[in-house]
């Protein structure tokens, strides 16, 4: 894919990731968006770069609310830069109550992600988990 634009979308109660973006090419983005209470977390993306991730809501998510680069081993046997994310940003995304997860995850492979005017909210898991791996 060489760009997506998800935008002004309603995700709710699925069993699976509410948003899930793998290997796209430049010029994505994921703009506001409702996504709640889905099972396998809110918004993650892999393999992907130059993705505007902004103005999005997530709440009460089982598993992060949005992963860049997280457990993408699970997706290394699909595709071969699935440990790649770089140049993503994250723009006043308001994300709450994610059960047993971060609010807010940059994985392993991260590179160049900026975070600008987020609102990570839960009283009991990490708010920003970066891995301590990154670049």
Same mark, same amino acid.
Request: charged content about 20%; glycine content about 10%.
């Given at each position: 894919?060489?760009?997506?634009?998800?935008?002004?979308?309603?995700?709710?109660?699925?069993e699976a990731?509410?948003?899930? %973006?793998?290997?796209?090419?430049?010029?994505?983005k994921i703009v506001n968006n409702s996504v709640n209470g889905n099972y396998g977390g809110g918004i993650k993306i892999a393999g992907s770069g130059d993705t505007l991730i902004a103005g999005n809501l997530l709440d009460s998510n089982k598993g992060p609310g949005i992963s860049l680069c997280a457990e993408s081993q699970e997706?290394?046997?699909?595709?071969e830069?699935?440990?790649h994310c770089i140049s993503?940003? %994250?723009?006043e995304n308001t994300v709450t109550a994610s059960a047993n997860a971060s609010e807010i995850y940059i994985g392993e492979g991260s590179v160049g992600t900026v975070l600008k005017g987020n609102v990570a909210a839960d009283e009991e898991d990490d708010q920003l988990l970066i891995d301590n791996q990154s670049p």
């Open positions: 894919m060489s760009f997506a634009d998800i935008r002004g979308n309603i995700v709710n109660g699925n990731v509410g948003i899930l %973006l793998l290997e796209s090419g430049l010029d994505t997706f290394e046997e699909y595709f830069d699935a440990n993503n940003e %994250l723009i």
